[in-house]
Protein backbone atom coordinates (compact mmCIF):
# COMPACT_ATOMS: atom_id res chain seq x y z
CA UNK A 1 0.00 0.00 0.00
CA UNK A 2 1.22 3.37 -1.13
CA UNK A 3 1.35 6.13 1.31
CA UNK A 4 -0.67 8.16 -0.08
CA UNK A 5 -3.89 6.96 -2.14
CA UNK A 6 -5.19 9.61 -4.69
CA UNK A 7 -7.56 9.08 -7.77
CA UNK A 8 -5.90 10.12 -10.95
CA UNK A 9 -9.20 10.60 -12.48
CA UNK A 10 -9.76 12.14 -15.14
CA UNK A 11 -12.09 14.60 -13.76
CA UNK A 12 -14.38 16.45 -16.05
CA UNK A 13 -17.16 19.09 -14.59
CA UNK A 14 -19.35 21.47 -16.57
CA UNK A 15 -18.56 25.20 -15.62
CA UNK A 16 -20.11 26.42 -12.00
CA UNK A 17 -20.26 22.61 -10.64
CA UNK A 18 -19.15 22.00 -7.11
CA UNK A 19 -15.46 19.83 -7.29
CA UNK A 20 -14.26 17.38 -4.73
CA UNK A 21 -10.75 16.12 -4.79
CA UNK A 22 -9.48 13.76 -2.14
CA UNK A 23 -6.99 11.79 -1.02
CA UNK A 24 -6.43 8.76 1.46
CA UNK A 25 -3.15 8.18 3.29
CA UNK A 26 -1.71 5.66 5.62
CA UNK A 27 1.24 6.92 7.98
CA UNK A 28 -0.12 8.60 10.70
CA UNK A 29 2.59 10.81 11.23
CA UNK A 30 1.80 13.19 8.73
CA UNK A 31 0.68 16.01 10.23
CA UNK A 32 0.62 19.04 7.37
CA UNK A 33 -1.41 18.53 4.41
CA UNK A 34 -1.27 20.87 1.17
CA UNK A 35 -2.56 20.76 -1.89
CA UNK A 36 -0.91 21.67 -5.32
CA UNK A 37 -2.11 22.71 -8.45
CA UNK A 38 0.04 21.61 -11.75
CA UNK A 39 -0.92 23.27 -14.89
CA UNK A 40 0.06 21.47 -17.92
CA UNK A 41 4.12 21.98 -18.86
CA UNK A 42 4.28 24.27 -15.52
CA UNK A 43 5.84 23.18 -11.73
CA UNK A 44 3.10 22.49 -9.22
CA UNK A 45 2.02 25.51 -6.96
CA UNK A 46 0.38 25.98 -3.27
CA UNK A 47 -3.01 26.43 -3.28
CA UNK A 48 -4.07 25.12 0.21
CA UNK A 49 -1.85 24.34 3.53
CA UNK A 50 -3.75 22.93 6.31
CA UNK A 51 -2.06 21.92 9.82
CA UNK A 52 -3.46 19.04 11.61
CA UNK A 53 -7.55 18.15 11.31
CA UNK A 54 -10.31 20.65 10.66
CA UNK A 55 -11.24 22.74 7.68
CA UNK A 56 -9.08 25.94 6.13
CA UNK A 57 -11.39 28.04 3.45
CA UNK A 58 -9.39 30.73 0.76
CA UNK A 59 -12.08 32.15 -0.99
CA UNK A 60 -13.90 29.51 -4.02
CA UNK A 61 -11.53 26.59 -2.00
CA UNK A 62 -11.63 24.76 1.04
CA UNK A 63 -9.37 22.16 2.56
CA UNK A 64 -10.14 19.50 5.01
CA UNK A 65 -8.44 17.05 6.84
CA UNK A 66 -10.28 14.20 9.07
CA UNK A 67 -6.86 12.73 10.83
CA UNK A 68 -8.80 9.89 12.54
CA UNK A 69 -9.90 8.46 8.82
CA UNK A 70 -6.86 9.75 7.38
CA UNK A 71 -8.13 11.47 4.39
CA UNK A 72 -8.04 14.72 3.24
CA UNK A 73 -10.29 16.61 0.64
CA UNK A 74 -10.39 20.14 -1.48
CA UNK A 75 -13.52 21.66 -2.95
CA UNK A 76 -13.70 24.17 -5.39
CA UNK A 77 -17.02 25.81 -5.91
CA UNK A 78 -18.71 27.48 -8.64
CA UNK A 79 -15.54 25.65 -10.87
CA UNK A 80 -14.13 27.88 -13.73
CA UNK A 81 -12.33 26.63 -17.18
CA UNK A 82 -9.54 28.31 -15.68
CA UNK A 83 -9.19 25.85 -12.77
CA UNK A 84 -8.48 23.06 -15.29
CA UNK A 85 -5.15 21.50 -13.81
CA UNK A 86 -3.85 18.59 -12.20
CA UNK A 87 -4.03 19.08 -8.42
CA UNK A 88 -1.73 17.44 -5.98
CA UNK A 89 -1.85 16.07 -2.63
CA UNK A 90 0.78 16.30 -0.17
CA UNK A 91 1.96 15.93 3.20
CA UNK A 92 4.42 15.73 6.15
CA UNK A 93 5.51 15.26 9.68
CA UNK A 94 6.54 17.78 12.32
CA UNK A 95 9.99 18.82 11.64
CA UNK A 96 10.64 16.78 8.27
CA UNK A 97 10.84 18.62 4.71
CA UNK A 98 10.24 15.82 2.86
CA UNK A 99 6.86 15.89 1.03
CA UNK A 100 5.37 13.10 0.12
CA UNK A 101 2.75 13.09 -2.80
CA UNK A 102 -0.49 11.91 -4.11
CA UNK A 103 -0.37 11.07 -8.45
CA UNK A 104 -2.03 13.93 -8.98
CA UNK A 105 -5.81 14.24 -10.36
CA UNK A 106 -6.46 16.51 -13.80
CA UNK A 107 -9.21 17.87 -13.79
CA UNK A 108 -11.37 19.62 -16.71
CA UNK A 109 -13.72 21.92 -15.96
CA UNK A 110 -15.70 22.32 -19.30
CA UNK A 111 -17.58 26.29 -20.33
CA UNK B 1 10.36 38.66 -8.21
CA UNK B 2 12.10 35.76 -10.94
CA UNK B 3 10.85 32.50 -9.27
CA UNK B 4 12.85 29.28 -9.27
CA UNK B 5 14.29 28.91 -13.23
CA UNK B 6 15.40 25.65 -14.58
CA UNK B 7 17.52 24.60 -17.95
CA UNK B 8 16.95 22.64 -20.49
CA UNK B 9 13.27 23.00 -20.51
CA UNK B 10 13.75 19.73 -22.68
CA UNK B 11 16.28 17.27 -23.23
CA UNK B 12 16.55 14.53 -25.43
CA UNK B 13 19.50 11.95 -24.80
CA UNK B 14 20.68 9.01 -26.30
CA UNK B 15 20.56 6.04 -23.75
CA UNK B 16 24.33 5.55 -22.03
CA UNK B 17 24.69 9.47 -22.23
CA UNK B 18 25.19 11.46 -19.31
CA UNK B 19 22.94 14.58 -18.59
CA UNK B 20 23.70 17.56 -16.56
CA UNK B 21 20.67 19.41 -15.25
CA UNK B 22 20.13 22.70 -13.78
CA UNK B 23 18.32 24.76 -11.09
CA UNK B 24 17.94 28.17 -10.07
CA UNK B 25 16.40 29.23 -6.93
CA UNK B 26 14.88 31.72 -5.69
CA UNK B 27 17.43 34.16 -4.10
CA UNK B 28 17.88 33.87 -0.62
CA UNK B 29 16.07 30.49 -0.41
CA UNK B 30 18.14 28.50 1.88
CA UNK B 31 16.87 25.31 0.88
CA UNK B 32 16.56 23.51 -2.42
CA UNK B 33 15.18 19.89 -3.34
CA UNK B 34 14.57 17.81 -6.19
CA UNK B 35 12.26 15.74 -7.20
CA UNK B 36 11.49 13.66 -10.61
CA UNK B 37 7.68 13.12 -11.77
CA UNK B 38 6.97 10.19 -13.96
CA UNK B 39 4.16 9.79 -16.33
CA UNK B 40 0.95 9.55 -14.23
CA UNK B 41 3.05 9.41 -10.93
CA UNK B 42 3.11 11.53 -8.04
CA UNK B 43 6.37 13.50 -7.52
CA UNK B 44 9.34 11.47 -6.13
CA UNK B 45 12.03 13.58 -3.69
CA UNK B 46 15.11 12.82 -4.65
CA UNK B 47 17.44 14.98 -2.50
CA UNK B 48 17.92 17.88 -0.42
CA UNK B 49 20.22 20.67 0.25
CA UNK B 50 20.05 23.06 3.30
CA UNK B 51 22.41 25.43 3.55
CA UNK B 52 26.31 24.14 4.33
CA UNK B 53 24.74 21.30 5.58
CA UNK B 54 25.37 17.50 4.05
CA UNK B 55 22.75 16.60 1.13
CA UNK B 56 20.44 14.06 2.21
CA UNK B 57 20.61 12.02 -0.67
CA UNK B 58 18.34 8.88 0.62
CA UNK B 59 15.99 9.69 -1.91
CA UNK B 60 18.45 9.31 -4.96
CA UNK B 61 17.27 5.94 -7.26
CA UNK B 62 20.88 4.95 -8.14
CA UNK B 63 24.60 5.74 -7.99
CA UNK B 64 24.27 6.88 -11.63
CA UNK B 65 22.40 10.19 -10.11
CA UNK B 66 24.40 12.82 -8.42
CA UNK B 67 24.17 16.43 -7.47
CA UNK B 68 25.95 19.67 -6.58
CA UNK B 69 25.13 23.04 -5.27
CA UNK B 70 26.85 25.92 -5.25
CA UNK B 71 26.82 28.07 -1.72
CA UNK B 72 23.08 28.93 -1.60
CA UNK B 73 22.55 29.27 -5.84
CA UNK B 74 22.62 27.03 -8.40
CA UNK B 75 22.53 23.27 -8.87
CA UNK B 76 22.77 20.30 -11.10
CA UNK B 77 21.79 17.21 -10.75
CA UNK B 78 23.68 14.98 -13.25
CA UNK B 79 22.40 11.66 -14.50
CA UNK B 80 25.42 8.83 -16.18
CA UNK B 81 24.81 6.36 -18.07
CA UNK B 82 21.36 7.55 -18.82
CA UNK B 83 18.49 4.22 -19.39
CA UNK B 84 14.97 4.49 -20.81
CA UNK B 85 13.58 4.42 -16.96
CA UNK B 86 15.41 7.77 -16.13
CA UNK B 87 12.87 9.21 -19.15
CA UNK B 88 10.57 11.96 -16.44
CA UNK B 89 10.24 15.45 -15.68
CA UNK B 90 12.71 16.62 -13.12
CA UNK B 91 11.25 19.67 -11.01
CA UNK B 92 13.39 21.63 -8.75
CA UNK B 93 11.98 23.69 -5.62
CA UNK B 94 13.33 26.10 -3.04
CA UNK B 95 11.88 27.09 -0.02
CA UNK B 96 13.11 30.11 2.43
CA UNK B 97 13.67 27.73 4.99
CA UNK B 98 13.56 23.73 5.23
CA UNK B 99 10.96 23.25 7.83
CA UNK B 100 7.71 21.61 7.16
CA UNK B 101 5.72 24.63 7.05
CA UNK B 102 8.02 26.32 4.63
CA UNK B 103 6.56 26.42 1.17
CA UNK B 104 8.51 25.16 -1.42
CA UNK B 105 8.33 27.19 -4.90
CA UNK B 106 8.59 24.88 -7.82
CA UNK B 107 10.19 25.75 -11.47
CA UNK B 108 8.67 24.57 -14.65
CA UNK B 109 11.22 21.29 -14.88
CA UNK B 110 13.12 19.56 -17.24
CA UNK B 111 11.43 16.94 -19.49
CA UNK B 112 13.77 14.41 -20.02
CA UNK B 113 13.15 11.65 -22.68
CA UNK B 114 16.10 9.06 -22.32
CA UNK B 115 16.06 7.29 -26.50
Known amino acids: QKEVEQDPGPLSVPEGAIVSLNCTYSNSAFQYFMWYRQYSRKGPELLMYTYSSGNKEDGRFTAQVDKSSKYISLFIRDSQPSDSATYLC???????????FGKGTKLSVIP | GAGVSQSPSNKVTEKGKDVELRCDPI?????LYWYRQRLGQGLEFLIY????????KSGLPSDRFSAERTGESVSTLTIQRTQQEDSAVYLCASSLGGGATDTQYFGPGTRLTVL
Open chain 2, 49 to 56: FQGNSAPD
Open chain 1, 90 to 100: AMTGAGSYQLT
Open chain 2, 27 to 31: SGHTA
